[in-house]
């Protein structure tokens, strides 16, 4: 029996040649694509086709119809390969070869192939024209900086308006806040945005809520988010706003409701920074939304240029090219801090920037806010480029004038006074917060909490920005300035008259002294000759009113207020 290649067990082998004739078949003819016979017809096509893919481009990703949005190119050279592809499809065109494929894009796309190469070299010159190799003078006049003297323009700032949580730990609080309400904690998440604002004097953080899943959504959007949360920063204490009328427009939304497309369709050319949320003085929620320009050329020079309010409930909205005064936040912490480094590195030119390096200066690694009067501030230290661990002075601005005053004064940057302050108590193994900058006796000081494991605050300490081996720690923030006061005293920083931020003092005889216990310690009512007052003092914080008799004349240092008992933090034998 003869055995040839084609028989193996039934499966023919393919590539197996026995020299049999080959049996393959020709190949069919492909059909040819059949063009549309009109002309207008294929161009109405081409553009209906286009102008489809375009508006659902654009309602998803909503970029900015403006030359100076790098998104406005990508949108406009998307358009441009449509069109010629459907071209392409409707014409029927099966030339082979680069020379016929180009010939007919002269032919059939000459418009958007025109307008493509004008986008496209329009975008290589505008980026060049905005080059800082070219226009470092510009970069370094964005902010506007003036010098300023720290302990004649910085008030001490007083225990009502000193933010004692950082963003985590007030993220902590609004969670759990939201977890204690059985009628939301299912259907609501906290958003993680909080927003540090001055709210009515005092500085808290505020926070939307979001729907927790899709099906969430479906149920509860036809009334809206229920509330918004307010935790003040000094009292810890966590407030669930109620409203009337559900919010229905935030960032987290779907569809016409979600707040960039809102945006996007009522000023389709603005460029807008990330939105944050804010409330006026009645309570009412808004999303301030701060409007970018460019100033250098198509794509630098980065800026604000006013915002658009809109009301969170509503959606109603309108743009202030200067904006309400209780508004907060025009100017992102990030922005100012890129302007700075900008005339930082670059006042001197572009090439001290690189090889002289004579005065370039950048701010430090982080930054944080500062409540003074209505308005927030940035702080962020400033330090020279060789990384010395040291600050050769520090930057205030305002976010929403983006006035900028530079202090001079040599000292610690801010994690050399966190690694000071972690060491005072590292038994206790707490951490502690990136510092604020205050103004204590006349001194600029870092103050920070202390924070254990579960992000609690336990303690706080106080670090000498200059002399940073001065760190005081407290149970409260009266103790740790007092005992940082001290310090300053014998360390000879300041003369030993400084007094706590806050306070007023009395002077007199000790007319009458009662004492009582008050969880657990034990509070002496002190009352002076010739005054109805008493004033309370603490045996734990103050160890000499143990010892006061009637008659001893005394120093009290109190806190003013209403009523008959004043609160004192200190009193001294005189």
């Not at 310090?487 to 007023?504: F, H, K, P």
């Amino acid at each position: 029996m003869g055995f040839s290649g084609t028989d193996a067990g039934g499966f023919r082998w393919e590539g197996f040649s026995s020299g049999a004739p080959s049996r393959q078949q020709p190949p069919k003819p492909q059909k040819p694509r059949k063009a549309v016979k009109s002309p207008a017809a294929r161009v109405a096509i081409n553009i209906a086709v286009t102008l489809l893919v375009g508006l659902l481009y654009f309602y998803f990703e909503l970029p900015a119809l403006n030359l100076q949005s790098p998104d406005f190119y990508a949108f406009a050279l998307l358009l441009c390969v449509v069109y010629c592809i459907c071209a392409v499809l409707t014409s029927g065109f099966q030339e082979q070869g680069a020379g016929n494929y180009f010939r007919f894009l002269k032919k059939q796309c000459r418009i958007p192939v025109i307008l493509a190469v004008v986008l496209l070299a329009l975008a290589l010159g505008g980026t060049l024209v905005g080059s800082v190799i070219f226009r470092a003078k510009s970069y370094s006049e964005l902010l506007p900086i003036e010098a300023g003297d720290f302990a004649a323009e910085v008030d001490e700032i007083s225990y009502d308006q000193i933010p004692m949580l950082d963003k985590n730990s007030a993220e902590r609080l609004g969670d759990r806040k939201l977890g204690e309400l059985s009628d939301m904690v299912s259907q609501f998440e906290v958003v993680d945005d909080y927003t540090q604002i001055n709210y009515r004097g005092r500085p808290v953080r505020i926070a939307t809520l979001m729907y927790a899943d899709l099906v969430k959504w479906f149920t509860n959007r036809s009334d809206g988010l229920p509330a918004y949360l307010l935790i003040d920063m000094v009292t810890q204490n966590v407030e669930l706003v109620r409203l009337e009328e559900g919010i229905r427009y935030t960032n987290a939304e779907h569809f016409n409701r979600n707040l960039y497309r809102h945006l996007r369709f009522n000023f389709p050319s603005f460029m807008f920074s990330r939105p944050v949320m804010e409330v006026n003085e009645e309570g009412t929620p808004y999303w301030i939304c701060p409007r970018i320009i460019r100033t250098i050329g198509l794509f630098g020079g980065t800026d604000v240029k006013g915002a658009v309010l809109v009301n969170a409930i509503t959606g109603e909205c309108r743009y202030y090219e200067e904006v309400p005064s209780w508004v907060d936040n025009l100017y992102p912490a990030g922005l100012i801090v890129q302007q700075y480094d900008y005339y930082g590195m670059y006042h001197n030119g572009f090439l001290n920037s690189i090889f002289g390096q004579r005065d370039v200066t950048v701010t430090t690694d982080d930054y944080n806010y500062l409540a003074l009067g209505d308005d927030v501030y940035v702080y962020t230290g400033i330090t020279s480029t060789g990384g010395d661990q040291s600050n050769i002075g520090f930057l205030l601005t305002n976010q929403r004038t983006k006035e900028s005053r530079f202090y001079s004064c040599a000292g610690a940057t801010e994690y050399s006074a966190m690694a000071s302050a972690n060491g005072e108590l590292q038994n206790l193994r707490y951490q502690a917060t990136f510092p604020l900058l205050l103004n204590v006796g006349g001194q600029p000081t870092y103050f920070m909490a202390m924070k254990d494991a579960a992000e609690l605050v336990k303690k706080y300490a106080m670090v000498n920005v200059q002399q940073y081996q001065i760190v005081a720690t407290g149970d409260t923030v009266a103790q740790c300035e007092q005992n940082y006061l001290d310090m300053l005293s014998r360390n000879g920083v300041v003369d030993g008259s400084a007094v706590l931020s806050g306070t007023e003092q009395a002077e007199g005889t000790v007319a009458e002294i009662r004492s009582a216990v008050l969880d657990g310690n034990t509070v002496y009512f002190i009352k002076l000759l010739g005054s109805d007052m008493f004033y309370t003092i603490s045996a734990v914080d103050q160890p000499l009113a143990v010892i006061l008799s009637e008659g001893d004349r005394v120093t009290l240092t109190y806190r003013p207020g209403e009523g008959s008992i004043l609160e004192g933090v200190e009193v001294a034998l005189r």
